[in-house]
């Protein structure tokens, strides 16, 4: 089976078709829907190339926080352990357990939000982000 | 009526609805010549009355506007007859707001609850707000007006008879709305230890006291218009309650309020003094800054798990659309905003 142009690339050019031949087009609502379009599309993007990257580097704020061995314990499916990891730690923080908050905590609050920010919002980042 | 099937009324829904609004106007005859339902609104349905009445106080061309629930409407804000009572209470006040007219109390004539107000010229849209050069130009000015409305809504205090739906909240209102928020949270399938630790810090920090007032609840750019520079009327009152009055300061300066208009801080119009000082000379009160930032960090808590709730409603299946799933994706932002104003407040006491 060919492999090129892969899924990366296709979905980049439906992106730049949609943005340059299409929607200058068009206005109102429908305007508004290829705006959105693209965005998604975007954010897809950014997932194909950086999404496994990503989950390794939270997986890494979590063994900081939590040791390695829980972080073995939570399996091999890096989805599913950081969605547990994260309904683990945001339970914990209610209960008042990280008042103190050590650094390891402060480190993966800041950087989990910046890994989210920079796949969903980098106009975001490149604006807010008080890091940069 | 411009779109088919919006109403389960039936076809003489329009006829019933002339009928009811000469006997609530006290006119001979009410001829609806156009109606159309607005845009936007998930909640609440609009509709744009142009009427014709002869007889009575309100004889002559009048441009009015009805508002009901949807048809698919939850039942997570205030009642139409409680909107009704809060936008009189409001106006007494000398609150700029649409003039409200007359309320349907009983199912009978439309099928749902409703009530008509006059409707108030004007733009809305934040977006468009935030990047008219009039506006720029003038915006202390828009920003001052804003800030005496917020003030003379807060000038609405407990107990009122009339206003006697609002529960008074038994906690201080800043642990009510924690409370809230975490049982939100608590209905979604997608955690978030960042919103989790802000909402931990402000309990932690909660102001012990606080003077209840009749809080707006949303006042921000985009529910309120617009024309020639003038505020013509605050709307959306649907959230209001008894709270304290810098959380509608706050939210009304939030981030996300400004439409990208980042350096007119209060509300993407003027600047934060403006409006602050004019909402001072009215109420007579200083505004209290510090406290202010603590708001500012719960208005981002509120909007990250507003956003949630909408993303959730896709993610479910409850509702598959984009716009829900793009919302659901901004949530990062407001959890950078709360995130980052708790670190320049803990800077600032640290210094």
């Known amino acids: 089976m060919r492999q090129r142009p892969d899924a990366a690339n296709l979905i980049d050019m439906a992106r730049r078709a949609l943005l340059e031949e299409i929607a200058p087009d068009l206005s109102g609502r429908s305007r508004y829907a290829a705006l959105m379009v693209a965005n998604a599309l975007a954010i897809a993007l950014r997932d194909l190339s950086t999404g496994d990257a990503d989950r390794a580097a939270e997986i890494a704020l979590f063994e900081d926080l939590y040791g390695t061995d829980a972080i073995a314990a939570a399996g091999d499916d890096r989805a599913a352990a950081l969605l547990a990891l994260n309904r683990r ?43 940069r | 009526m411009t779109e088919a099937g919006a109403t389960a009324t039936g076809p003489s829904w329009q006829e019933a609805l002339a009928t009811w609004l000469a006997g609530a106007a006290g006119a001979r005859t009410v001829a609806i010549e156009t109606i159309e339902k607005l845009a936007g609104g998930a909640i609440q349905e609009n509709w744009r009355l142009a009427v014709r009445v002869s007889g009575g106080d309100h004889a002559g061309q009048q441009h009015w506007v009805l508002r009901t629930d949807a048809p698919s409407s939850v039942a997570t804000s205030l009642s139409r007859p409680q909107e009704f009572d809060l936008l009189r209470a409001a106006a007494a006040a000398g609150v700029t707001v649409p003039e409200p007219l007359f309320l349907c109390d009983t199912e009978s004539v439309l099928g749902r609850l409703f009530y008509v107000m006059r409707y108030v010229p004007g733009v809305a849209e934040g977006h468009r707000l935030v990047r008219d050069p009039a506006i720029a130009s003038a915006g202390d000015d828009l920003v001052g007006q804003l800030g005496r409305e917020l003030a003379r809504i807060h000038s609405i205090v407990p107990p009122r008879e009339d206003l006697g739906f609002l529960p008074v909240p038994e906690l201080p209102p800043a642990l009510a709305r924690i409370a809230t928020y975490r049982r939100y949270l608590d209905d979604l399938s997608e955690p978030s230890p960042a919103l989790e630790r802000a909402l931990r810090w402000l309990e932690l920090n909660a102001p012990r006291a606080a003077h209840l007032v009749l809080c707006h609840s949303d006042f921000r750019t985009g529910n309120y218009k617009v024309e020639n520079g003038r505020v013509t009327g605050i709307l959306d009152w649907e959230f209001a309650a008894w709270s304290d009055p810098n959380e509608d300061i706050a939210w009304f300066c939030y981030r996300y309020w400004r439409f990208g208009a980042d350096d007119r801080e209060a509300g993407g119009i003027g600047s934060r003094e403006a409006f602050y000082r004019a909402y001072e000379s009215e109420a007579a009160r200083p505004v209290a800054r510090e406290h202010i930032a603590y708001w500012e960090i719960m208005a981002a808590v509120r909007w990250g798990v507003i956003a949630l709730q909408q993303g959730e409603r896709h993610l479910s299946g409850a509702e598959p659309s984009l716009e829900l799933a793009l919302t659901g994706l901004q949530v990062p932002e407001m959890e950078m905003d709360a995130l980052s104003g708790i670190a320049r407040i803990e800077a600032e006491a640290g210094a």
């Not at chain 1, 914990?92 to 910046?114: C, F, H, K, N, V």
């Not at chain 1, 989210?116 to 980042?125: D, G, H, I």
Request: hydrophobic share 35%.
């Open chain 1, 89 to 131: 730690l945001a339970r914990e923080i209610r209960d008042g357990r990280w008042d103190a908050m050590p650094a390891p905590l402060r480190r993966l609050l800041s950087e989990q939000t910046r890994l989210r920010l920079a796949r969903t919002s980098p106009k975001y980042m490149a604006r807010y982000d008080p890091d």
